[in-house]
């Protein structure tokens, strides 16, 4: 079966202007993840989606960054007015349940973002 | 009290060695401690993880040792190849997952 596909797999935008980037979960996946990955850096969490709820929205570093869900289906993940410090691989992983981090995430391949 | 120390940041190793990767934290409340494995290009995939009622778990050539009271975990990659060079983090669950900063490990064969 498929995993999660992300879209695009890059994205170069100049400062200021608007990004969307797009997450296909697995299917029947009830849980999704947003994460952002800076060059040689962690993981950092963004958002996490329970059906198309977001119950903690806490890692979004500025009111710049929202993120949808349809269902529990595709969610898009936006940044307004991009700034340089917004370059980084932007990941998005889902889990089969709704049991919060522990259950095992898969991941995508990530999608790039350059701010010129 | 969110963060998770690791280290080193990078590691070589010959094929057939032993590859240690270690992080530390602080919040006694982490509860899930997994090991995730990540290749160029791709996003990470869980490896291993851990609970802290247990202070050792093995799959394979990988093994978790878990020190609670030391407030430390460690990934062990017996017998080493080529093929396991990827960056590897640790992280952490308390409400969320942290993560470690990473590991790059190169086994030479």
């Known amino acids: 079966g498929a995993g999660v596909s992300q879209s695009p797999s890059n994205k170069v935008t100049e400062k200021g202007k608007d990004v969307e980037l797009r997450c296909d979960p697995i299917?029947?996946?009830?849980?999704l993840y947003w994460y952002r990955q800076r060059l040689g850096q962690g993981l950092e969490f963004l958002i996490y989606?329970?059906?198309?709820?977001?119950?903690?929205k806490s890692g979004l570093p500025s009111d710049r960054f929202s993120a949808e869900r349809t269902g529990e289906s595709v969610s898009t993940l936006t940044i307004q007015r991009t700034q340089q410090e917004d370059s980084a691989v932007y990941l998005c992983?889902?889990?089969?349940?709704?049991?919060?981090?522990?259950?095992?995430?898969?991941f995508g391949p990530g999608t790039r973002l350059t701010v010129l | 009290q969110q963060q998770v120390k690791q280290s080193p940041q990078s590691l070589i190793v010959q094929k057939g060695g032993i590859s240690i990767i270690n992080c530390a934290y602080e919040?006694?409340?982490?509860?899930?401690f997994p090991w995730y494995q990540q290749f160029p290009g791709k996003g990470p995939a869980l490896l291993i993880a851990?609970?802290?009622?247990?202070s050792e778990k093995k799959e394979g050539r990988f093994t978790i040792s878990f020190n609670k009271s030391a407030k430390q975990f460690s990934l062990h990659i017996m017998d080493s190849q080529p093929g396991d060079s990827a960056t590897y983090f640790c992280?952490?669950?308390?409400?969320?997952?942290?993560f470690g900063q990473g590991t790059i490990l190169t086994v030479h064969p």
């Open positions: 989606f329970q059906g198309n709820s977001a119950p903690d």
């Open positions: 851990i609970r802290p009622d247990v």
């Open positions: 919040n006694t409340a982490f509860d899930y």
């Open positions: 992983a889902s889990s089969l349940n709704a049991g919060g981090f522990t259950d095992t995430q898969y």
């Open positions: 299917s029947g996946h009830t849980a």
């Open positions: 992280a952490a669950h308390y409400g969320k997952l942290t």
